[in-house]
């Protein structure tokens, strides 16, 4: 049988690196696989389709598919995951250490339709009770002026976003012009001014932990997703790359586990992920699939509905092959 050629753009994590280097085949395809900064990929893939394969955000993929394009067939593999509590920034001097207190107030964020924003908000709804149609919101790109929204929104009613092209968003906090900014990227005023400005939860790690423990949502940021016209001309692509990612991740870990050499250029690594594990089971350190993965897809999709970023509701089943969950049980 001919290998399938395909080309896949993806940032580099270890739990892809086998898979880019070659070190874990994919059945039936020669893969060329590009490793390039994440917006440079969402931007080249989801403006143009660029590549056969690719990371895709959750919020620019999942507004897609409801607005119903269908070109892309999601694979429940998730690259990128992370908590956002440690994503929201505020003056030192401004005393918000409760997000309660963000209600009324002026909030940045990079695009309504950010991934990272979209749980940053749905947090402070449902965790802290936060209305946000009380919120002025501000857009405008992080450290550098320009940035707009990439897909199209049906904001509910309530809701303002004041649009600020021509500035960013580390300035605006800097001169006070917003009282705090939820963004996935740190603004540069974080690591310029550490005596102006802060991450509202200091000790993020304690409060992440506690909000999986009391909700069980491991935010996904990245999914992977496939061009559909060569899913229905190759039927068995999905299970072979499902397949691959699952073994170079697999292997990702065990070396996060190695005790006997330092795979990490970290200290202690292996007895962060003995803690890692205590806290979140080893099942749910790095799970692949749609049911392992319901309780935070379910979250965000209806965060996303609930914000306007999704123009009708959606199943994580519309957007990722469940078929593959059948075949490989993880």
Same mark, same amino acid.
């Given at each position: 049988?001919?290998?399938?050629?395909?080309?896949?753009?993806?940032?580099?994590?270890?739990?892809?690196?086998?898979?880019?280097?070659?070190?874990?085949?994919?059945?039936?395809?020669?893969?060329?696989?590009?490793?390039?900064?994440?917006?440079?990929?969402?931007?080249?893939?989801?403006?143009?389709?660029?590549?056969?394969?690719?990371?895709?955000?959750?919020?620019?993929?999942?507004?897609?598919?409801?607005?119903?394009?269908?070109?892309?067939?999601?694979?429940?593999?998730?690259?990128?995951?992370?908590?956002?509590?440690?994503?929201?920034? $505020? &003056? #030192? /001097?401004?005393?918000?250490?409760? @997000?309660?207190? +963000?209600?009324? *107030?002026?909030?940045?964020?990079? %695009?309504?339709?950010?991934?990272?924003?979209?749980?940053?908000?749905?947090?402070?709804?449902?965790?802290?009770?936060?209305?946000?149609?009380?919120?002025?919101?501000?857009?405008?790109?992080?450290?550098?002026?320009?940035?707009?929204?990439?897909?199209?929104?049906?904001?509910?009613?309530?809701?303002?976003?004041?649009?600020?092209?021509?500035?960013?968003?580390?300035?605006?906090?800097?001169?006070?012009?917003?009282?705090?900014?939820?963004?996935?990227?740190?603004?540069?005023?974080?690591?310029?001014?550490?005596?102006?400005?802060?991450?509202?939860?200091?000790?993020?790690?304690?409060?992440?932990?506690?909000?999986?423990?009391?909700?069980?949502?491991?935010?996904?940021?990245?999914?992977?997703? $496939? &061009? #559909? /016209?060569?899913?229905?001309?190759? @039927?068995?692509? +999905?299970?072979? *790359?499902?397949?691959?990612?699952? %073994?170079?991740?697999?292997?990702?870990?065990?070396?996060?586990?190695?005790?006997?050499?330092?795979?990490?250029?970290?200290?202690?690594?292996?007895?962060?992920?003995?803690?890692?594990?205590?806290?979140?089971?080893?099942?749910?350190?790095?799970?692949?699939?749609?049911?392992?993965?319901?309780?935070?897809?379910?979250?965000?999709?209806?965060?996303?509905?609930?914000?306007?970023?999704?123009?009708?509701?959606?199943?994580?089943?519309?957007?990722?092959?469940?078929?593959?969950?059948?075949?490989?049980?993880?």
């Amino acid at each position: 049988m001919t290998r399938l050629r395909l080309t896949m753009a993806i940032g580099a994590y270890d739990h892809v690196r086998d898979l880019a280097t070659g070190a874990v085949r994919c059945e039936g395809v020669d893969l060329n696989v590009l490793e390039m900064p994440v917006e440079e990929i969402f931007h080249r893939f989801i403006a143009h389709r660029q590549f056969d394969v690719s990371e895709v955000s959750m919020g620019k993929f999942s507004a897609l598919r409801a607005a119903g394009d269908d070109s892309l067939v999601g694979l429940p593999v998730f690259p990128s995951r992370m908590f956002r509590h440690s994503s929201i920034y $505020v &003056r #030192r /001097d401004s005393g918000l250490t409760d @997000p309660t207190r +963000l209600a009324g *107030l002026r909030v940045g964020i990079p %695009e309504w339709a950010q991934t990272a924003a979209v749980y940053s908000r749905g947090l402070l709804q449902h965790r802290y009770g936060v209305d946000l149609s009380s919120i002025t919101w501000v857009q405008a790109g992080v450290n550098q002026p320009g940035r707009r929204e990439k897909v199209a929104l049906s904001l509910p009613g309530g809701i303002v976003v004041e649009r600020r092209p021509g500035d960013t968003l580390t300035g605006l906090l800097v001169d006070g012009e917003v009282d705090a900014v939820l963004s996935a990227h740190a603004p540069d005023c974080f690591f310029d001014r550490p005596d102006v400005i802060t991450r509202m939860f200091e000790d993020s790690r304690e409060v992440e932990q506690e909000y999986f423990a009391g909700t069980g949502i491991f935010p996904i940021m990245h999914a992977v997703a $496939v &061009r #559909r /016209d060569l899913v229905e001309a190759n @039927p068995w692509l +999905l299970s072979s *790359l499902y397949k691959a990612f699952i %073994e170079a991740r697999d292997r990702s870990l065990a070396r996060a586990r190695e005790s006997s050499v330092s795979f990490w250029p970290l200290p202690w690594a292996a007895s962060h992920v003995r803690e890692v594990e205590r806290v979140m089971s080893t099942e749910e350190l790095w799970p692949y699939g749609i049911e392992a993965n319901r309780r935070t897809l379910d979250a965000f999709l209806q965060f996303g509905l609930e914000q306007g970023v999704l123009s009708a509701p959606l199943d994580a089943a519309d957007m990722f092959a469940s078929a593959v969950d059948d075949l490989f049980r993880i």
